[in-house]
């Protein structure tokens, strides 16, 4: 299993979220004067992107149980 599949990351407002915190992270390190640590928190961000809604494919919720044994 990759990171990004991990079943923590399955609803779209947490993935939404963690990008969100990431860009803000960039535009306060910006505003504050440090534009090294905007671009490493930018690229944290371009990552979670990537990873997030990019590469990302939902899994099937009824797939991902596992099957049903009859007693």
Excluded: N
Excluded at 45 to 52: I, S
Aim: hydrophobic fraction near 55%.
């Amino acid at each position: 299993m990759k990171d990004h599949e991990h079943p923590f990351f399955r609803p779209l407002w947490r993935r939404v979220a963690i990008v969100a915190v990431c860009v803000a992270w960039a535009i306060f390190e910006f505003i504050s004067g440090a534009p090294f640590w905007g671009m490493i928190a930018g690229g944290f961000a371009a990552y979670a992107v990537w990873q997030f809604f990019i590469l990302y494919k939902p899994v099937d919720p009824a797939a991902a149980q596992p099957p049903e044994t009859r007693e």
